[in-house]
């Protein structure tokens, strides 16, 4: 699925979303003006005009300009994309040269997992590209340092309806946080419906009919399915080769992770949560935390949770679910799309179904929701020449999402989408899209249906005409009892906010690197089976090495916030 699990693009510590269809209006790129001026000298247009006032979106250069970025790779998210492709050959990039004469120049290309070390290298030398993806904190210091681009002429100028419909949906409140002391845009923010990552359960029903298991509604029953999954062979093919719960080495990640169990159990590592006094509190140094600990070391002990999962990233986490060996997620709404269909692809008997997160003594779990789901900024070099080309980038790849280019923007044709940066979406796309097709279906027919929905329409229809091979897609998107359907009613029901929201705090862009290992390292050691008391030793440090000083800091924005 788009946006929520895509390659690490020109970012340092953004998650990864990411991930669906958005729209543009159709612009004609066959015009070519004037070739924009240099950043220095913006007061000039790149047509004829002054400045602000409104240009092509899609104008297209006259003489080729070259825009450089760098990336970290993972593979294609489509298996249907052709083995030759590269991201130098990605047809979004060829395509952009042939649309909008931009030609995109990687400076250098390394794994997913190398890219953080090898941004971290290219900062600290200097040596940064034109265009960049980067997480709020990395933001902060780019803006402090004076590396970052003024881009509010080429916004306004540029920006096409629908990008800046996106960029603003909140009224501009989230862009206003990427502005200067003087009012000038340094970055373009990429956010979400804060339900996206709202954590739920996934089974496969298989698995427990086979073992004539019931559903599990407590954690207590949840802690005897996964252990049954272990011992009892679910897949019945006599051998001991399953475990009980998939999980990864981040445990606070994007998927495959921790955070459905935490939140079971009432604890939000890694957010700001109120506590008794109504004040901000961090949830890594709870108690709740410290009980959640003491759980994931009994799986690991009992085999519930894979012995090599303290060395296990995503990918490998996700080829054990496709190849069978697994059951049991924590997750969001969107695993059916990947990679739940790949298991499908192998095992079509797989029966994956979710469910709201399990009761912990005698209270039903309460998911976390961000009050502000960032998913990246995107930032030009104060050195490049032309940063409406950012601008005009973006409005490329929204351009690529409309009806018209569907038979042409396919995976089979080297297009890979989470390959190319800029991206951005419709915040609200797929609560509007659930409840657009959902509406069709019912209707009987589709002619009061937005085009940009008539492919899901179609795939929704096909798979309940018997057509397996779209049940990722109405599993995921449509279904009234599938993730997103289960997520909208998950919004009618109790959540806990992460409810700081605020740029990070000048003791986080300091300290909040070497806190978040402090926590990271403590929680897996404690896991894999260092003592529980290590957790107290743990707080006192993370109070002592900033935690004291970014709490101070978090609670003066929100008293701030509170008095507005």
């Known amino acids: ?291 959640a600990l003491e759980k994931l070391q009994s799986w690991y002990n009992n085999g519930i949770l894979d012995k090599e999962f303290a060395f296990k990233d995503i990918n490998k986490v996700v080829e054990d679910v496709v190849a069978g060996k697994v059951g049991i997620a924590f997750g969001e709404w969107w695993y059916p799309e990947w990679p739940l269909n790949l298991n499908r692809d192998k095992e079509p008997e797989a029966d994956w179904k979710p469910y709201v997160l399990p009761s912990f003594e005698g209270k039903q779990g309460v998911p976390l929701v961000p009050k502000l789901r960032l998913s990246k900024v995107i930032v030009a070099n104060k050195e490049m020449k032309n940063p409406e080309a950012l601008v005009k980038m973006a409005n490329f790849y929204l351009e690529l999402e409309e009806p018209k280019y569907r038979d042409v923007n396919k995976p089979e044709n080297g297009f890979v989408y989470n390959w190319y940066e800029p991206r951005f979406y419709n915040p609200t796309d797929i609560a509007d899209g659930y409840a657009a097709v959902n509406a069709a279906l019912k209707a009987g027919n589709a002619d009061n249906l937005d085009p940009k929905l008539q492919g899901l329409y179609d795939k929704a229809k096909k798979y309940l005409d018997g057509d397996q091979s779209f049940w990722g897609p109405y599993t995921s998107r449509v279904d009234e009892n599938g993730g997103w359907g289960l997520t909208q009613k998950i919004k009618e029901m109790p959540v806990v906010f992460n409810e700081y929201a605020g740029p990070p705090t000048p003791t986080q862009v300091e300290k909040g690197a070497s806190l978040e290992k402090l926590t990271d390292e403590t929680f897996m050691k404690i896991i894999v089976g260092s003592p529980i008391s290590e957790f107290d030793k743990y707080v006192e440090s993370w109070k002592k090495l900033g935690g004291d000083d970014i709490s101070d800091e978090v609670n003066e924005w929100y008293e701030k916030l509170a008095a507005k």
């Open 1 to 291: 699925m788009k946006r929520k699990f895509g390659t690490m693009l020109l970012m340092s510590c953004c998650s990864m979303s990411i991930m669906l269809a958005a729209a543009c209006s159709s612009q004609n790129q066959q015009n070519t003006p004037s070739e924009p001026a240099p950043a220095e000298q913006n007061n000039q247009t790149a047509e004829t005009g002054t400045q602000n006032e409104a240009a092509d979106p899609l104008s297209k250069y006259p003489e080729t300009i070259t825009v450089t970025q760098v990336i970290g790779t993972s593979p294609p998210q489509d298996p249907k994309t052709p083995a030759s492709t590269t991201p130098e050959t990605n047809s979004y990039v060829t395509k952009l040269k042939e649309m909008l004469n931009i030609e995109l120049k990687y400076l250098w290309s390394v794994p997913a997992d190398q890219f953080a070390q090898k941004f971290s290298l290219s900062v600290a030398s200097g040596d940064l590209p034109d265009v960049m993806a980067v997480s709020a904190s990395d933001f902060e210091k780019f803006k402090e340092d004076g590396l970052l681009a003024d881009l509010t002429d080429a916004y306004n100028r540029y920006a096409s309806p629908t990008l800046k419909q996106y960029v603003e949906q909140d009224g501009g409140a989230t862009l206003s946080m990427f502005k200067d002391e003087d009012g000038k845009i340094r970055g373009l923010p990429g956010f979400e419906d804060p339900y996206l990552s709202t954590q739920i359960l996934w089974i496969r029903n298989d698995w427990l009919k086979n073992l004539n298991l019931e559903v599990p509604t407590t954690l207590e029953e949840l802690e005897k399915v996964a252990e049954a999954f272990v011992k009892q062979d679910p897949d019945k093919n006599g051998k001991n080769d399953t475990f009980g719960i998939a999980m990864n080495k981040e445990l606070i990640s994007w998927g495959f992770d921790a955070r459905g169990l935490f939140h079971t159990m009432g604890a939000y590592p890694k957010a700001w949560i109120k506590d008794k006094d109504g004040k901000l509190a961090a949830g890594e140094i709870q108690p709740e935390t410290k009980q």
